[in-house]
């Protein structure tokens, strides 16, 4: 049987989602989700979700300050272990095919992860190399919160005067540490004319993709979430 006779893709909720992304991806937190997609085998074996882009800079510069409206992240990508590449492209261009058109549709690689990104390759992303360098903040002791948590802890206001706040909480331990480099992919939808046009105001240069084997992530955990397809 061919790949498309075996699986079935369609759109679920978001709280279906929940038990996966906190319990199987490597991240272990819950992203913005605007659209979630579920990979059936009988059974639900893997999800696929999309929200808001987190670099807000990154969606008013990466075309030139165009189709800021219709810009998607593809944020999570879980499914149970020993699924072959092909199924995990298959399941992404599905997905891609039901997003709303026209959309741009950035997503990174994370290098941390040992993760080059072969999915968006095999389904023909544009690469535009690595992401910037940044920094997180962090508490010596408390290394397991993500920097994004500790500026929630810190209270409401912007970003500097959170780290004031933070340097008065925790004095000499909090410090700061480089974040890895993520590979960043984009893919655009819509006709070709949009597709050309999206393309044209693209304003990262466009370069090969980059190489290397995936690490595996934990797949080990079976949520109890599992949903059958009737």
Known sequence: MTIPDSYTVRQIMSFECREWFLKKHYAKRLPSTSYAYGLYKDNLIGICSYGRPVAHTLVKSAFTGKF????????????????KKNVLSFFVSRTLRKLPSPNVIVSYADTSQNHHGYIYQATNWIYTGLSAKR?????????????ASLMDHAGRGV???????????????LYTLERPRKHRYFYVLGNKKQR???IRNLAYKVEPYPKGDNKKYDASYKPSTQGVLF
């Open 159 to 173: 970003a500097k005067d959170k780290v004031l706040k933070l340097k008065e909480m925790y004095g000499d331990r």
């Open 135 to 147: 920094f997180d903040y962090k508490v010596k002791g408390l290394e397991h919160l993500h920097s």
């Open 68 to 83: 800021q409206d219709t810009f998607l992240e593809l944020n999570r990508l879980v499914v149970d272990e020993g699924l």
């Open 196 to 198: 050309k046009e999206m």
